[in-house]
């Protein structure tokens, strides 16, 4: 061995013999020491202030804590060497996980913005329309955590949560409430939420048959008989009622509206409907054929007056009532004033009642309840919007008449430009629109419809058949033979009975 403090050239090393678990004197430092990092932002790289770093062992146990300052930076207790894993947390963003082996150097930890993203659009859109919605993202407990606007291409971002579950729901004027249940991690793709028109849709059909009923009025009440909308079927029997001011599926005890149906020749019927502001089933409503009374027949008298109103209704001037129309909007009076074969008139807008609905009637001239002729035209007074820069919501006009489409366009202060195409509808029905029904447009705003043409060249037209001499209808009525007055009045008892039957 060489002497103490021996450097002498040529000497013989000092060796000490070791297992193989014993540590290498160059190993490094084999003492508790501080633990280092930054955190940054996963995108930005910016760092990331005040977040909580916790340092567990391979046991689990927490043996350190720390918090980060103004440059992401943290330092622990100091912490024997060993593998140890690290959380970071930090409100708007996603925890972060990481595993080190201490001492190994700095630690870095990224962490994701917590955020739930995606678009919005509308079932009804057009090309390069975008509906504009509230989006909010509401947590388990019921709570709104965060809330934003779709912009200007229907796009969202709910910033500041945290990792979790959430009930993300798109809302706008006009149209169900979307919902969309997520988890909200590092794996969370962006939503795309649709939005389906706050309409009830629905069909009458007959109870006997399930055949289409035309021109039955569908009215849409509040439990207290408020009317809050109504419709006129079309030849398939269907009716479409827009919705409005609805509340969320847990806030809806049972019954919230009734539906009342009614048509000629059947009975009337209601039905009790549970809406909500998430889109509902459509409605089917089965009427029953109107129940006669049996004939009672009291003698001569009796049959004699029967005839008599059995004449005067087929030689009487054709009649109708005009409609309850206060409250509805321009759209559904003139499918009501259509079903009562009543015309449109003038439409008259007035600033007089600054609670009422931009839009919706007002008054009607002739009132609701007068008789007039089929045909008549019935003049409005609505309600104006007091905006600077007022809109209308575009009716829908595909499938009328043409004369009836451009009395509605009209009334409503469009621009209408006609195209004539060709087309498999009847000849003078509107077979397309643009805009879009339910498109919210600055009055005076330009619509375009196209009108059929018909498939080719129409049919000819059947002869007409030769009217009766006098000019009255042919009515086959009963004739009196020799079998005497009771044999008279049994055949216009039976006449009657035929009459009656067709």
């Keep these: 061995m060489a002497p103490a403090g021996g450097d ?6 000092p060796t000490v013999e070791m297992d193989a678990t014993t540590p290498l004197a160059d190993a490094g430092p084999q003492g508790p020491s501080v633990l280092r990092g930054v955190v940054t932002a996963a995108v930005s790289g910016t760092p990331v202030e005040g977040a909580s770093v916790e340092v567990a062992d391979a046991d689990g146990q927490v043996v350190g804590r720390a918090v980060t300052v103004a440059d992401g930076r943290f330092s622990t207790a100091q912490l024997p060497p060993g593998s140890y894993r690290l959380k970071v947390t ?48 509401q947590d388990a407990d019921g709570h709104i955590r965060a809330r934003t606007w779709t912009d200007g291409s229907g796009r969202f971002a709910l910033d500041g949560l945290t990792a979790g579950s959430y009930t993300v729901a798109a809302a706008s004027d006009g149209f169900f409430t979307t919902r969309e249940e997520v988890q909200l991690d590092a794996g969370l793709t962006p939503l795309a ?22 021109d039955a009025q569908a009215k849409l009440r509040t439990p207290d008989g408020r009317l809050v909308g109504q419709s006129v079927t079309d030849p398939a029997g269907r009716f479409l009622i827009p919705l409005a001011d609805l509340a969320p599926p ?26 909500s502001d998430e889109p509902a089933a459509e409605v089917t409503v089965a009427l029953a054929a109107a129940k006669r009374s049996p004939w009672v027949w009291a003698g001569i008298g009796a049959a004699l007056l029967a ?12 009649e109708t009532v005009v409609p309850d129309l206060v409250g509805v909007t321009i759209e559904e009076a003139a499918d009501l004033l259509e079903a009562e074969e009543l015309a449109l008139g003038e439409v008259t807008f007035t600033d007089t009642d600054p609670d009422a609905e931009p839009g919706t009637v007002l008054s009607s001239d002739p009132e609701a309840g007068e008789t007039v002729d089929v045909g008549d035209a019935v003049d409005l007074t609505a309600a104006d919007d007091p905006a600077e820069d007022p809109t209308v919501e575009v009716p829908r006009v595909t499938g009328r008449q043409e004369s009836d489409a451009l009395r509605l366009l009209d009334a ?22 643009d805009p879009a029904p339910r498109t919210e447009v600055p009055v005076g705003d330009e619509v375009r419809i196209d009108i059929s043409e018909g498939p080719g060249e129409a049919a000819p037209e059947p002869e007409p058949e030769p009217e009766p001499e006098n000019g009255l209808p042919d009515i086959d009525l009963p004739e009196i033979d020799t079998d005497g007055i009771a044999g008279f009045f049994e055949r216009v008892i039976e006449w009657l009975r035929g009459l009656f039957d067709r």
């Design 8 to 13: 002498e050239p040529g000497a013989a090393d």
């Design 90 to 137: 930090q409100e708007g963003y996603l925890a972060g996980h990481h595993d080190h082996v201490h001492p190994g150097g700095r630690v870095q930890i990224e962490l994701e913005q917590a955020r739930i993203t995606g678009t919005v659009t509308a079932q009804d859109d057009g090309p390069g329309e975008h509906v504009v919605a509230e989006v909010t993202a």
């Design 193 to 214: 939420l649709e939005l389906v028109p706050a309409e009830l849709q629905g069909q009458v059909l007959t109870e006997s048959n399930s055949e289409p009923v035309l």
């Design 250 to 275: 847990a806030a809806v005890p049972g019954t919230t509206h009734h539906l009342e149906v009614s048509a000629n020749g059947f009975e009337p019927t209601t039905v009790e409907l549970s809406l």
């Design 307 to 318: 005839i008599l109103a059995a004449l005067f209704a087929l030689f009487s001037t054709d």
């Design 412 to 433: 409503l202060g469009f621009d209408v430009v006609i195209s004539r195409v060709e087309a498999e509808e009847p000849a003078g029905l509107v077979v397309a629109q």
